[in-house]
């Protein structure tokens, strides 16, 4: 008997390591060949799978326990090796619930799929960067070709299915100016659930990519989104959603800095004050610190030669979990928003700092833009929420904002009751009349 974990982690599996039939220009994993000189297959080893199924289980101190499945593109295993998966699933469930998502670029998606994915309840992730000019800028096969027609039949197959699915789009240089575009895409195809992911990546001379921690002789991809660009595009995003779309539309992002607001677990590594609890896991058991630190300074051992329960509480991942807080640079402890960011991830700390301090996010200036201009809202859907109210009431609340407030008696002088902290007649008064 494994002895459980006592706080719950997160482990992402790589059941077919870096194979994939993309050629995506931004990946960030493809070249992760590299690390398996001897491999013959990436074919994660039923012996391995085993191993890992049992003891991500039994090192589960909740009665639930969930799994996802990465790659590459994991669908290359094909529908009889995800039925094994579930088999062992319930062979070494002892009573817990098992539940299980897939990432996947939906190219190979079929009825087959189509059968299994719904029988078994998978959640599906989908990626697709928007509509075909901006999707097929880098999300291209390996002729060189987009993918976009490929990539919608595998949703379109999905929605027949009615499988629950939801969508991450990459923010790159070729779609930042594209959010409402990429907004009104998403929505009329049906996604419900929303992530997007800020493409940022550097690389060493030789082209391969640079490690979080290397500094020195690396440069920009030219892919890479800009930190401002990214920061308008998630204000955007925002304002278009909290008049619209609340309670309907879940964007991760929003739904994290609200748990922030209201002091409650993120529930994304990225928005919480420390990290080291969503581990990834490689084709041959190698378990890494995380999925973005796939690098052989981070590899923490492979858990059939170790227990998954001692490399998950290793000195080396505490304090990899706890660099996160410990490490923020001054300028970032000082912000009035880092209870909302709380300096996101470090791999995209790389940057001096405005006070030239080494260690500032690459995404910081974004950021702080993004998160400062939805405080008012935030406050608003806590009060809310806090008198047991339906979040969706802030969309009356959005009306009388964007109104001047005219239903409340404030002076020009006053403070806006919008939450800005700016005096009325500069803030919001404007809109009075607009409509």
């Not at 074919?43 to 991500?56: D, G, T, V």
């Not at 619930?97 to 998978?122: M, P, S, V, Y």
């Not at 030219?222 to 909290?242: C, H, M, N």
């Not at 539309?249 to 590594?269: D, K, S």
């Amino acid at each position: 008997m494994i002895k459980n974990s006592g706080t719950p982690f997160h482990v992402l599996a790589k059941p077919v390591g870096p194979s994939c039939n993309l050629n995506c220009d931004y990946c960030f994993y493809l070249e992760k060949e590299s690390l398996f000189p001897k491999a013959s297959t990436f074919k994660m080893a039923p012996e391995i799978l085993e191993s890992f199924i049992l003891q991500n289980i039994e090192s589960q101190p909740t009665n639930s326990v969930h799994f996802t499945w990465q790659g590459g593109e994991p669908t290359l295993l094909g529908v009889p090796y995800f039925e094994e998966i579930v088999k062992l699933q319930q062979k070494h469930s002892r009573g817990k619930q098992i539940t299980n998502a897939i990432q996947t670029n939906g190219i190979l998606l079929d009825e087959d799929w189509g059968r299994f994915l719904l029988e078994n309840n998978f959640l599906v992730g989908i990626s697709i960067d928007g509509p075909r000019h901006l999707h097929d800028k880098y999300r291209l096969g390996h002729d060189g070709q987009g993918s976009y027609d490929k990539v919608t039949a595998g949703m379109e197959l999905l929605k027949k299915h009615n499988i629950d699915f939801n969508t991450l789009t990459v923010i790159n240089r070729g779609n930042q100016d594209h959010a409402l575009e990429i907004y009104d895409f998403l929505k009329s195809n049906g996604s419900e659930y929303w992530q997007f992911i800020p493409a940022v990546e550097r690389t060493r001379p030789d082209g391969s990519l640079a490690a979080p921690h290397e500094i020195d002789n690396v440069e920009m991809t030219t892919w890479s989104v800009d930190p401002e660009a990214y920061g308008q595009f998630l204000t955007k995003i925002f304002q278009r959603w909290v008049r619209e779309d609340v309670g309907t539309i879940f964007v991760q992002q929003f739904e994290a800095a609200l748990a922030n607001e209201m002091g409650r677990p993120a529930g994304v590594c990225v928005w919480n004050a420390i990290c080291g609890q969503a581990l990834a896991v490689e084709h041959n058991g190698d378990l890494y610190s995380c999925d973005h630190y796939v690098f052989p300074e981070y590899q923490l051992g492979n858990l059939v030669a170790s227990p998954l329960l001692d490399l998950v509480h290793s000195p080396a991942q505490q304090e990899f979990g706890a660099d996160k807080q410990a490490n923020l640079a001054q300028i970032c402890r000082d912000c009035e928003v880092l209870y909302l960011c709380h300096g996101e991830c470090p791999k995209h700390r790389f940057v001096p700092g405005p006070n030239g301090e080494k260690g500032h996010n690459y995404l910081c200036g974004g950021y702080k833009q993004f998160f400062t201009s939805i405080r008012p809202e935030l406050g608003v859907f806590k009060e809310i929420l806090e008198l047991g109210q339906p979040a969706t009431n802030i969309v009356a609340w959005m009306q009388e904002k964007d109104q001047g407030f005219p239903s409340i008696d404030v002076e020009l002088s006053e403070i806006c009751p919008c939450g800005s902290k700016l005096v009325f007649k500069d803030c919001c008064f404007t809109n009075r009349g607009i409509n």
